[in-house]
């Protein structure tokens, strides 16, 4: 009976890795057809290709792996003390579905995706010698429970609700102290502010870097699917590697021909390779996303920790406050910055339509989005909800709703 058990496992894992190995290579060949499709941009699919293939990472990455689940880990901290920050951003219908009996079908598809990769026998998320996870939503907090022993080391970052209170950043600058105190133990050495300022310059680089390139896309220089590919590829944790490519690709893209398309804001739940269907109908239905509050773009970086005090705990304080007080996550119960650096973001960019995202499952964007489209139809933008998981088969009926969208825009400008 064990036997066949164990049999049955095995053929669930080969079906898996082939069904990934697919769905990955298909993504990638369609980006690669595209007619905007540059050399340039082979770096960064190149990186999002070692997804499926855990053992090609190693090869090309030495150092002991830590996987973040969220934004809100300071990176900084990770790779001063001699690891890999990797971010655990699965998006891939192949590995939800290795999970799908385990978790409530309306889970988040985010974490059914991620939970899916710590079901295979090899994969990315296996290799992490440690995996944070802050408990950003009722979701991650759960993951933890739900991991059954199959990470190596797991930390949890406890995150206060209650952002703007003092309380709240104190309870945070805490927690950042302790993933410090986690990482030098598994590290077998302090912290050293030689290298922790190091690693500041080396984030501040590509912080500097991704938005000239959010600067370009604003300019219709670069579609928002390719600075999607590009954002993820930074998730892989080749920090200095990604900020020389940036740099070199902003140089070709200003001798670009300037893209066609109404401008749009995307708002709303995380996008990530290879589901990149969104940013897809959304350019599909002729139009060209100018800015976005994503989790997974435009707030990848928290940007330079710009505080006084250069002592290793003057530093944590800076990043702490950077990482918290600038993140505008909807799981916070207070997000009035939110709301109000969206709509100065329209009128900056631009832009009259708002497209919120909502991935089935994900409530805090959800709740939001109720009270979104209402200020920001009363402040006279357009505004459209569209609800979508990983699956392709809503992609027609997303693409006349998106369609109809542009006509609107069209007629009231
Ligand atoms: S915030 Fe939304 S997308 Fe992110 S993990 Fe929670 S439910 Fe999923």
Redesign the pocket.
């Known amino acids: 009976m064990n036997n066949v058990v164990t049999r049955r496992e095995e053929l669930q894992q080969l079906r898996a890795r082939a069904d990934m190995a697919t769905e990955y290579a298909a993504e990638m060949a369609a980006l690669r057809s595209r007619k905007d499709y540059l050399a340039e941009y082979d770096y960064f699919l190149d990186l999002l290709g070692l997804l499926p293939h855990p053992e090609r990472f190693r090869e090309r990455f030495k150092k002991p792996l830590v996987g973040l689940?969220?934004v809100q880990a300071p990176l900084e901290l990770v790779d001063a003390l001699g690891f890999h920050p990797y971010r655990l951003c699965a998006h891939a219908s192949s590995r939800q579905r290795l999970v799908s009996s385990q978790l409530p079908s309306l889970a988040?598809?985010?974490?059914k995706s991620i939970r899916g990769s710590f079901h295979l026998d090899e994969s990315l998320e296996r290799l992490c010698d440690l995996t944070v996870i802050p408990g950003?939503?009722?979701?991650?907090a759960k993951l933890p429970e739900t991991l059954e022993g199959r990470a190596p080391g797991v930390h949890v970052m406890e995150l206060p609700r209650i952002r703007e209170s003092e309380r709240g950043q104190r309870r945070w600058l805490e927690e950042v102290r302790e993933l410090k105190r986690v990482l030098e133990k598994r590290a077998g050495r302090s912290l050293s502010r030689q290298a922790l300022l190091r690693s500041l310059e080396t984030h501040a680089r590509a912080w500097r870097a991704w938005h000239l390139l959010l600067d370009a896309r604003s300019q219709s220089l670069i579609s928002a699917t390719w600075t999607t590919v590009i954002s993820h590829a930074f998730l892989m944790g080749d920090t200095e590697g990604w900020t020389d490519r940036v740099n070199r690709l902003l140089r070709v893209l200003r001798e670009q021909p300037p893209l066609s398309g109404t401008r749009v804001f995307l708002a709303g739940?995380?996008i990530f390779f290879p589901n990149l269907k969104v940013p897809q109908l959304i350019e599909e239905a002729g139009m060209h996303i100018a800015g976005d509050e994503l989790?997974s773009s435009e707030r990848i970086l928290a940007g330079p920790a710009l505080g006084r005090d250069r002592s290793v705990d003057g530093l944590l304080r800076s990043l702490a406050e950077q990482y918290h007080l600038g993140c505008s996550?909807?799981?916070f119960t207070d997000t009035p910055r939110r709301l109000a650096n969206l709509l100065e973001t329209l009128h900056q960019r631009r832009i009259s339509g708002v497209i919120y995202h909502v991935?089935k499952?994900?409530?805090?964007?959800?709740m939001d989005s109720y009270r979104y489209e209402k200020i920001i139809k009363e402040r006279g933008f357009s505004f459209i909800r569209i609800e979508t998981d990983l699956s392709r088969e809503d992609g027609k009926n997303l693409l006349v709703r998106l369609e109809a969208f542009r006509d609107l825009l069209h007629e009231r400008s």
Do not use: A, K, N, R
């Open positions: 689940t969220c988040c598809p985010l974490l950003s939503c009722d979701w991650m739940s995380p989790c996550c909807p799981s991935l499952g994900c409530h805090p964007y959800d």
